[in-house]
């Protein structure tokens, strides 16, 4: 059997069943696609996961997870413009940070072509808001590919770097978490390795490269010319399909998942609207969309999120003078979520109430699971850190979380984080609650990959205007949330090992006087150590270390010899006071009926962690089973 690795190299035509993120690492090597940067971010790991089944000494291409998406955008940037066919992928919200940059690009000649794909997320699966990203396109001047299954993630992007190559300009291939981890049968077409060309092309010849005043206008000129060329390969793209069931009544437009929904939806349905899929949804195909308009008395927009498409579709109608009823969004919750089957079908419904008449929405479109809270893993150094933290604050002191596996301290029975914003933001809100305040400590945590990626900012501008704060800096040696890729403590990048660039040497090297360290295991000790730095009324650190449980136990268990450990609990010693459900609250814990605890087999992973939180003494230590 060949392996992942082997299947993406394969130079012959072949099918295979394969993730929507596998199939774009098919494309990128069909496309000769040379430099691959990244920062992990949900949807969009597989990506790297797929990259890393490829022995390095066999990837046609260079791949790097840079420290974050600005940096990363940066170094793909500089590739591009160097010759080579550059593409940068992270998650929606990575946008934000990339943003600096990012809306420079397309006033840039781009000689080697430029794909930024985006894992945008719509129901906010697995980030802080459901921000359209479309919008960052028509502010940037970038046209945008949204593909719908994946194999269109395979076609799109293939006809995505052929377009940026082309033009000499950024293009967005545009996923979101449904089409990025669906599978499909696809059929890949051949591809012949090219020996890479190492000159050096960049040229300023090639430019200007420097918006300065002087240049800036003509740039922005060139940008928005480049754009209209980009809509009239819009209007010819076969990339936008019309779906004709012969209803000149009704029509529908719309793109991704949506239209799978959509399709879904009106399997059973009479009388079927006609259906204009975009494939390209920015700069829509005007004359594409404005002859669909044409031919229909109305016309629904179906569209995720933002009203993007909706509203130049109005403007267009309205410039053309069109007869044509346009149908948008209805109600403030068409606004929200992923439209999947059963919200189409309520939209459908909202919208048209005769052509769903005689449907109920099928029970397979609507979930009956119950509501599943995450948590932290058993073991999980994090829980270890709240419990013993919370022991060192009063009620009324302040904490503020920020992004990483932490995060989830805000939840029951830790309820540490009652604040939250983006990577990197939790020391400088932290320093606006300390001002004015000298009564209530504040706390902030931060993870180790995010110190690196937006975290030292807000410690250096707390250090250079002396807030009183105290930094928790939570280093279980790895990018856990994302799926265990490696930063800059860790030792090895992406590629290879390296000189790990230490926490506690960086925060010297600041100038931080008061930082303190210890094994989050180490309950009491770390409960002690938190209350000393509070107590400093200037900047403080404590960096509270343990590595990630799940990774360490993974790679445990590909050891030989490896034996399962597990604790147990002496009910003749537990009291039942439940301090280890209603204050430790690991997963492992299960309260019976009769009010007895006992440990469940398939979680416990025996680290021990617990025994110390037990004031009866009734948890033993882990045994081999």
């Excluded at 040229?203 to 060139?222: S, W």
């Excluded at 992004?403 to 933001?425: K, V």
């Excluded at 309950?523 to 730095?533: H, N, R, S």
Aim: aromatic residues 8%; proline residues 6%.
């Amino acid at each position: 059997m060949k392996t992942l690795g082997e299947i993406l190299l394969k130079q012959t035509p072949f099918s295979e069943i394969v993730m929507g993120n596998t199939a774009l690492v098919r494309a990128m090597i069909e496309s000769h696609t040379r430099v691959i940067t990244s920062y992990p971010g949900s949807p969009t790991p597989e990506i790297a996961e797929a990259i890393r089944a490829i022995p390095k000494e066999k990837r046609p291409f260079y791949f790097e997870f840079s420290v974050n998406e600005k940096v990363a955008t940066e170094v793909a940037y500089g590739a591009a413009v160097n010759g080579h066919l550059a593409t940068v992928f992270f998650k929606s919200v990575g946008l934000n940070v990339a943003a600096d940059t990012f809306v420079q690009l397309s006033l840039m000649n781009i000689i080697g072509g430029m794909v930024i794909v985006l894992g945008d997320d719509p129901g906010a699966n697995s980030s802080q808001n459901e921000q359209d990203n479309r919008h960052y396109a028509c502010l940037s001047y970038t046209p945008v590919f949204e593909p719908a299954s994946p194999t269109e993630i395979y076609t799109f992007y293939k006809a995505a770097a052929k377009l940026s190559k082309d033009k000499g300009m950024p293009v967005i291939l545009r996923l979101t978490t449904h089409i990025c981890h669906a599978k499909e049968k696809i059929d890949f077409q051949g591809w012949h390795d090219r020996e890479l060309d190492k000159t050096p092309r960049f040229d300023t010849k090639n430019g200007p490269y420097v918006p300065i005043a002087a240049d800036v206008f003509p740039m922005k000129r060139k940008a928005l010319q480049r754009l209209e060329t980009v809509e009239k390969y819009a209007d010819q793209s076969p990339l936008n399909q019309i779906f004709d069931h012969g209803n000149s009544n009704r029509g529908v437009i719309t793109m991704g998942l949506p239209f799978l929904s959509l399709m879904d939806v009106l399997e059973f349905a009479d009388n079927k609207p006609d259906i204009l899929k975009l494939g390209m949804v920015y700069p829509i195909p005007v004359k594409m969309v404005e002859d669909f308009l044409r031919v229909h008395i109305e016309v629904k927009i179906l569209e995720e999120l933002d009203n993007v498409i909706e509203k130049e579709i109005k403007k267009l109608a309205y410039d053309r003078q069109l007869s044509t009823k346009i149908f948008g969004k209805m109600d403030l919750e068409d606004w929200i979520g992923e439209y999947t089957p059963d919200k189409v079908f309520e939209i459908l419904k909202k919208t048209w109430p005769d052509l769903l008449t005689a449907m109920d929405a099928p029970k397979d479109m609507v979930s009956s699971a119950p509501a599943r809270p995450p948590q932290m893993c058993p073991g999980c150094g994090h829980r270890s850190a709240f419990h013993a933290i919370k022991k060192a604050l009063r009620d009324t002191d302040i904490t503020v979380a920020d992004i990483g596996c932490h995060t989830l301290g805000f939840l029951p029975p830790y309820q540490m984080g009652e604040l939250l914003m983006c990577m990197g933001a939790s020391t400088a809100m932290g320093s606006g609650l300390s001002l004015f305040n000298d009564t209530r400590n504040v706390v902030v945590f931060l993870g180790d990959s995010t110190f690196f990626h937006a975290g030292l900012p807000g410690i250096i501008n707390a250090l250079f205007n002396n807030h009183n704060v105290t930094l928790i800096l939570m280093e279980n040696g790895t990018t856990a949330m994302t799926g265990h890729q490696d930063h800059a403590a860790s030792g090895q990048n992406f590629n290879e090992p390296t000189d790990k660039i230490p926490l506690r040497r960086v925060l010297e090297g600041l100038g931080v006087r008061h930082i303190y360290e210890i094994d989050t295991y180490q309950q009491a000790k770390l409960t002690e150590m938190v209350k000393d730095a509070i107590n400093i009324k200037e900047f403080s650190a404590v960096i509270a270390r343990h590595p990630c449980m799940l990774k360490f136990t993974r790679e445990q268990r590909r050891k030989p010899g490896y034996q399962p450990r597990r604790v147990d609990i002496d009910q003749q010693k537990c009291h039942r006071l439940y301090e280890c459900i209603r204050d430790f609250g690991c997963p492992t814990f299960t309260q019976m009926a009769d009010g007895r605890i006992e440990i469940h087999p398939d979680l416990c992973i025996g680290d021990g962690s617990c025994v110390q939180t037990c004031p009866s003494e009734a948890i033993s230590m882990p045994k081999v089973v």
